[in-house]
């Protein structure tokens, strides 16, 4: 019953400001039992989680991205959001969004992931 859906720009110019929007089904986003990431996967490399929001609207952000990234949310549309500023080629990747069950996270659920691409 729990989806999650990734929307945003496929394509985004070196220095411009990446947002990306996960949609929520399924779930309430204010609940306590659950955190929401942002994970994203550069072609040819592993997973890299990028920050979490949790039920009150706290954030933690990884600390190689977190002088350029936000996570924001919007309880009325059940959908939180990412900003990644002043992007670069190495930013290009599949970015996924992610539910994590406070208890078991065996229980995650995933978005599809949507692919961005940096370029000029």
């Known amino acids: 019953q729990v989806q999650l859906q990734e929307s945003g720009p496929g394509l985004v110019k070196p220095s411009q400001t990446l947002t990306l929007t996960c949609t929520v089904s399924?779930?309430?986003?204010?609940?306590?039992?659950?955190?929401y990431s942002w994970i994203r996967q550069p072609p040819g490399k592993g997973l890299e989680w990028m920050g979490v929001i949790g039920h009150s609207g706290v954030t933690v952000y990884s600390p190689a991205l977190k002088s350029r990234t936000s996570i924001s949310r919007d309880t009325s549309k059940n959908h939180f959001t990412l900003q990644l500023r002043s992007v670069t080629p190495e930013d290009t990747a599949v970015y996924y969004c992610v539910q994590l069950d406070h208890e078991a996270h065996s229980n995650d659920y995933w978005g599809q992931g949507t692919q961005v691409t940096v370029s000029s």
């Open positions: 399924g779930a309430s986003i204010t609940t306590n039992y659950y955190y």
